[in-house]
Structures are given as structure tokens and as C-alpha cells.
């Protein structure tokens, strides 16, 4: 079991840029990766980046290069987003989500077993 609190959600004007933190408690030592979901009104939760928590290799969707950047800091078994150049688009739910069990299928949510309760993330245009 894994739980993880995700923080630093808010309203920010485009071109702006807002943080997200996801803190796991429990059992950590079990998690492989480690992932940022979005989701809207509406539509299904998208995938938006994902890091391997021991490697640190990181995946982002297409929409996302080049202005977001997920990391990790093992120590405080924290992962991070780095959101820089928002966009309106941007505004969603944003989830973290852990998962024990390697899958080259990262950018699925059913491949994640642990969830956080998720943080809203507004860009105002």
C-alpha cells in the first residue's frame, strides 16, 4: 500500500508556471514508477509524464515536452512537476500515481495501482 498527497495546485495566468509535489507514504520501497495524470470534465484521464523511481528515466506526452519536467528526489520519496509556460489547455485535475509492477504501458492510467486525491491546476488565458 501506497498513499500519496499531491500539493501545489492553483490559478495562474498563461505563460506562467506552478509546481506540483506528491509525497508517498508506506510502502515506497515497492514502488517503480511513478506518474502525473490530468483529467477534465468530460473527457478520460489523460497521461502526462511518468519517471522509473530508481533510474529516474522520464516520459512526457507530446503536448507537455519542453515545458513540463517530472523528478524525483528519492530521499524524501517526493516526486515533482514542473510546469512552466501554461497554457489554458493546461487547466485540469492533475493526479499522481504509483504503481509496483514495470509496464512499458506508463502513459495508461490501469496500469497504475495507487492514486493520489488530485489537485486543480487552473490557467487563466
Known amino acids: 500500500q501506497v498513499q500519496l498527497v499531491e500539493s501545489g495546485g492553483g490559478l495562474v495566468q498563461a505563460g506562467g508556471s506552478l509546481r506540483l509535489s506528491c509525497a508517498a507514504s508506506g510502502r515506497t520501497f515497492s514502488v517503480y514508477t511513478m506518474g502525473w495524470f490530468r483529467q477534465t470534465p468530460g473527457k478520460e484521464r489523460e497521461f502526462v509524464a511518468a519517471?522509473?523511481?530508481?533510474?529516474?528515466?522520464?516520459y512526457y506526452t507530446d503536448s507537455v515536452k519542453g515545458r513540463f519536467t517530472i523528478s524525483r528526489d528519492n530521499t524524501k520519496n517526493t516526486v515533482y512537476l514542473q510546469m512552466n509556460s501554461l497554457k489554458p489547455e493546461d487547466t485540469a485535475v492533475y493526479y499522481c500515481?504509483?504503481?509496483?509492477?514495470?509496464?512499458?504501458?506508463?502513459?495508461?492510467?490501469?496500469?497504475?495501482?495507487?492514486w493520489g486525491q488530485g489537485t486543480q491546476v487552473t490557467v487563466s488565458s
Open positions: 500515481a504509483a504503481t509496483p509492477t514495470y509496464s512499458g504501458s506508463y502513459f495508461r492510467a490501469i496500469s497504475y495501482r495507487d
Open positions: 519517471i522509473r523511481w530508481s533510474g529516474g528515466s522520464t
